[in-house]
């Protein structure tokens, strides 16, 4: 029974980062074709996903199926938002676009409106 949760599991993480990824591409893209700056859409998309995981976790607690909650968690958390936020091209952007000191300005930035967007997500969700 636990190969068959774990197959699940991993089923469930590779759907939604199917999704997580497409939709990233999707929005990056029709975002860049009115010409925002590459480095917004990506701080606007880790936002975004940062304000949907404040937003979920808390209504998993309102759940009441625990393997539905574990399938749930795989797919939405870690498939699908994992894949939609990438902190690859956060680092990478950092790296190669910017100097230390705007790479450091634009961290914080980051930084804090993701914690600012999962209190604001939490908030809301309860």
Request: net charge neutral.
């Amino acid at each position: 029974m636990a190969t068959l949760n774990n197959f699940l599991d991993i089923l469930f993480i590779s759907i939604g980062a199917v999704f997580g990824a497409n939709t990233r591409f999707i929005i990056f893209q029709k975002l860049e074709e009115i010409n925002i700056n590459r480095s917004l859409i990506i701080l606007a998309i880790n936002t975004f996903s940062s304000f949907l995981v404040g937003l979920f976790i808390p209504m998993l607690s309102q759940v009441r199926f625990v393997n539905l909650s574990s399938q749930l968690i795989s797919f939405v958390l870690i498939g699908f938002l994992g894949s939609f936020s990438t902190f690859s091209t956060f680092v990478y952007d950092l790296f190669v676009e910017f100097n230390f000191f705007k790479a450091l300005k634009y961290f914080s930035l980051s930084l804090s409106l993701g914690i600012i967007a999962i209190t604001l997500g939490s908030l809301m969700a309860n």
